[in-house]
């Protein structure tokens, strides 16, 4: 009996082993493969990858800083606003604390108001005085703490999709499992990378839904990185950490006084529009709410003509956007009937 038992422990342990160094072999194949246009800059004991956009010469918008979400690094912000901003404004397109090809830097980094911090020290190590700021999803809680720590850097904002208050419920269970000592560290390093990069596509998808992603989306913006077993464990403490940050900072949110927009849909299945779209147009006075019909989680790529004329409009131009938000829905409503026709 105990042989058997002994060579039960032998096989599991072999498996487990096996399991961890192909994560850590496919790691750093994800790391080699990914495109990485960025500069690392050191913003205080740790580096931040960013790619810093020049202005043109006929530039009619401040500086803008673009903030990606989950599970996702800065080229999902830089494939959709890069050619449809290029030389209209500088340009600054951050990789988050610990994603990418950032360093996470010390424990303040696992909340919002740490990378809100470093990504003021990073503008300052690039130059940038004073910035409109956009952030997706996740981000939106470190727009907001951006907001309230660093006022005098902030021109205008701009949410998209955004996750900054309270919810009912948890969080997908991989996530906490991911984010506990010793069993989320045995889980990121040999389950997570093998397991998510055979789902990549329909995630990616889900994200989407119920629109339809570019086909190109998983090449250009390299999703793939959080898979990666170290990136995947921040990506999960992050996410762990939100619920109890957000809960804390919220009632803080009257005391913005930036111009704000605020851009959701809809349709969302992650992020619940209800509750934290409304409550940030609710909780920042004067701010703009455009509510997209037929919309996912994704206006950035979905709606980028509404983003971007957003930015137009916290920068001080004259745009109507809720003509902009009624466009943008018939035309997706369009696109979702087309998309089952042909299923």
Do not use: C
């Amino acid at each position: 009996m105990l042989k058997i038992l002994a060579i039960t422990l032998f096989v599991i342990a072999l498996a487990v082993g096996t399991a961890i160094l192909f994560s850590q072999w496919e790691a750093r194949q994800l790391t080699a493969s990914a495109p990485d246009p960025g500069q690392r800059i050191d913003v205080g004991g740790f580096n931040m990858n960013s790619v810093l956009v020049p202005a043109g010469p006929a530039a009619d918008l401040p500086p803008i800083v673009f903030i990606h979400g989950a599970s996702g690094n800065m080229l999902d912000q830089m494939t959709p606003f890069r050619p449809a901003l290029e030389g209209r404004a500088e340009m600054l397109f951050v990789d988050r604390p610990g994603h990418g090809f950032s360093e996470r830097g010390g424990p303040e980094n696992a909340r919002p108001d740490g990378q809100a911090d470093a990504i003021a020290r990073l503008m300052e190590k690039r130059g940038i005085e004073k910035a409109i700021i956009v952030g997706h999803s996740f981000a939106g809680a470190v727009v907001a703490s951006f907001a309230l720590r660093h006022p005098e850097r902030v021109e205008g904002l701009v949410f998209l999709s955004p996750a900054t208050h309270p919810w009912p419920g948890g969080i997908t269970w991989y996530y906490q499992v991911a984010s506990t000592p010793v069993i989320g560290w045995l889980f990121t390093n040999a389950i997570a990378t093998p397991a998510g990069l055979a789902l990549l596509d329909t995630i990616s998808s889900a994200v989407f839904s119920p629109n339809t992603p570019p086909a190109d989306y998983v090449a250009k913006t390299a999703p793939q990185l959080v898979l990666r077993p170290d990136t995947f464990r921040n990506n999960a403490t992050d996410i762990a950490n939100l619920l109890d940050y957000v809960t804390r900072v919220a009632p803080q949110y009257p005391a913005i006084t930036a111009p704000t927009v605020i851009i959701t849909g809809d349709s969302d299945d992650v992020v619940l529009a209800d509750i934290h779209s409304r409550g940030l147009a609710r909780d920042i006075k004067g701010s703009e709410l455009v509510w997209i019909a037929h919309l996912g989680h994704k206006p950035d790529y979905m709606a980028t003509d509404v983003a971007v004329a957003a930015i137009e409009k916290v920068a001080g131009k004259d745009r109507d956007l809720q003509m902009l938000a009624r466009r943008a829905g018939a035309r997706l409503a369009d696109e979702t009937a087309t998309a089952s026709i042909g299923q």
